[in-house]
């Protein structure tokens, strides 16, 4: 990464997407805590679960958008549903109509499905070599939003206080201004015209695009562990706050290890994304399945070791998913698709986990997500190693 310089467009790309990441955590991280606030702790996961179907629903969609107009479009537009959505929601939850606050979770839900892929846009403005680099680059920006989030938590308390609301609440409204401002960044932002995946003097150009499917064994694998890493994830960020609710934490504390597990997303991008780059997604696959069961096992104990587990839970995620990423950086046509299932994961997992946890308890659900964690093994194992041309950049 030494060599390569972002140019000033992708830095506000960089920005967006830091904002973007700020208004997941003020909005749907908690969602849970909100539908329990409206009566209906049973439900928890429910949110959580539309926004993860409507963006498993959108993402092809969005994917065949950005082929067709172009990425800055899809992901403006994309934007600017979530502000939306952000508005609906606290509408909704605030007049205590639960369908309308679950509209907005969907609709926010939908965005994501659109502005989550612009770590292919990243991709395609850098030389090959570089892919992973600058998506790490890209998360390590995203702490900043997190940071800002979790930051505003106590003015949030204050306007809460004021409008006779909470704060869980009106991080919704937080997450609509993030996400408007995201959108005016990213017109601002120029994607490279598709060259090749060629490079001329120290101008990077776009990487060329081939042909896939699903099936085919270049994108099955990787899709797996990118599925396996965003379920396990988002059902893990999403119910874990509740059960430390119920241990008696208040929303500051909360918030804080949503803060801690965001930093072990998105902190370390530029050290893992370099060692991707280096060293393979093979490397990815297999400590990021290693941290993602470690995490899903300690997620169940008290005390230090609850923020431990998702600092770890967001750093596994890391490893897997932008190895996965980084292997289908050249397949623009199923990206929106490999998105949709992890989307689909993670709807799956949040769903059923929040059922688990009321009828039973954390400690199944705990034991299940630590024997899926390792998934991503099966990617390690029998994904193909990519062909001399390919390493080369050809």
Known sequence: MTSFRPSRGLVLLFLAQALATGATTASTVLASLVIAGLGHEALAGLPSTLVTLAAAASAGLFGLMMLRVGRRAGLVSAYLLGTLGAVVGFLGGRAGNVPVFLLGAALIGAAQGGYQQARYAVAESVPEGLQAGVMGVMMLASVLGSA????????LAVLAARLGSSSDLVGWLLAGAFLLLGAALTLFWRPLAPTGGTTTGTTPTRPAVRPARLSDDAVRWPALAVATAQGLMVTLMSLTPLRAHHMGMDHTHVAGLITLH???MFGFGWLTGPL??????????????????????TALLTGAWLPVSMFVLGLGWNLCYVAGSKALTAYAGVQGQVDALGYLAAGAGTLIGGAVIARYGFAPLSAFCAACALLPLLSAALAPRPSRAALAGD
């Not at 800002?148 to 938590?153: E, K, P, Q, T, V």
């Open 262 to 264: 965001v930093a072990g």
């Open 148 to 155: 800002a989030s979790g930051a505003l938590s106590g003015p």
């Open 276 to 297: 991707l780059d280096r060293l393979g997604s093979r490397f990815g696959y297999v400590t990021g399945a290693a941290l993602l069961a470690a995490a899903s096992l």
